[in-house]
């Protein structure tokens, strides 16, 4: 789908209705584990890109972190303000104005599936600029290079962790979500 298409996706009803669709499912409850388990306790800062309708919002503030967010869609900034986020930037995460290493943790979840490899490569590459850790969701798969399944694009693991070697980083913890590759990753810097 790319970058461009899918700020478009999550607007009007889109972005109203995204959490309601979502929440209760399966993977949406292993990814608030996920999320839960590899969010360092000894941090103060936490960039969520994109925020979305900013659902990680009890488990930031029970936290008492700072949380940034920034979303390429302005109605799901509004889904996230209605909930309290007031640090909120409309803007795309493969170019932000934020200042380097800005936060202790960025937080992307649910993004580079709709990301081809160079758009990927671009947001890790930001991130990584902005953060000094990354947790990340993507799918992969071991044996075929970049390809569609079903709506969603899964990624080839061998380029992936070729892309966290080049930005300066290495995986620490994976949290697996199912069998399908898709996993969260939290990323350190070597």
């Given at each position: 789908?790319?970058?461009?298409?899918?700020g478009?996706?999550?607007?009007?009803?889109g972005a109203?209705?995204?959490e309601a669709k979502?929440?209760g499912?399966?993977k949406?409850?292993?990814e608030?584990?996920?999320?839960?388990e590899?969010l360092?306790y000894?941090?103060?800062?936490?960039?969520?890109?994109?925020?979305?309708t900013?659902?990680f919002?009890h488990?930031?503030?029970?936290?008492?972190?700072a949380?940034?967010g920034?979303?390429?869609?302005?109605d799901?900034?509004?889904?996230?303000?209605?909930?309290?986020?007031?640090?909120?930037?409309?803007?795309?995460?493969r170019?932000?104005?934020?200042?380097?290493?800005?936060?202790?943790v960025?937080?992307?979840?649910?993004?580079?599936?709709?990301?081809?490899?160079?758009?990927?490569?671009?947001?890790l590459k930001?991130?990584?600029?902005?953060s000094?850790?990354?947790i990340?969701?993507?799918?992969?798969?071991?044996?075929?290079?970049?390809c569609?399944s079903?709506?969603?694009?899964n990624?080839?693991?061998?380029?992936?962790?070729n892309?966290v070697?080049?930005?300066g980083?290495?995986?620490?913890?994976?949290f697996h979500i199912?069998?399908k590759?898709?996993?969260i990753?939290?990323?350190v810097?070597?």
């Amino acid at each position: 789908m790319g970058a461009t298409k899918v700020g478009k996706r999550y607007r009007g009803k889109g972005a109203e209705q995204y959490e309601a669709k979502r929440a209760g499912k399966s993977k949406w409850i292993l990814e608030d584990k996920g999320v839960t388990e590899l969010l360092p306790y000894n941090i103060d800062s936490v960039l969520d890109a994109p925020i979305g309708t900013g659902r990680f919002y009890h488990l930031y503030f029970e936290r008492g972190f700072a949380v940034a967010g920034i979303d390429t869609s302005p109605d799901m900034l509004k889904e996230a303000q209605k909930k309290g986020f007031t640090d909120l930037q409309l803007g795309d995460i493969r170019k932000m104005s934020f200042k380097n290493k800005q936060f202790d943790v960025s937080v992307c979840i649910r993004l580079f599936a709709w990301f081809d490899p160079d758009e990927v490569l671009q947001a890790l590459k930001e991130l990584s600029r902005v953060s000094k850790i990354l947790i990340v969701n993507i799918r992969t798969n071991e044996e075929q290079s970049f390809c569609k399944s079903n709506s969603l694009w899964n990624h080839y693991r061998p380029d992936f962790m070729n892309w966290v070697d080049q930005i300066g980083y290495k995986v620490d913890v994976v949290f697996h979500i199912g069998n399908k590759g898709n996993d969260i990753y939290r990323l350190v810097e070597k």
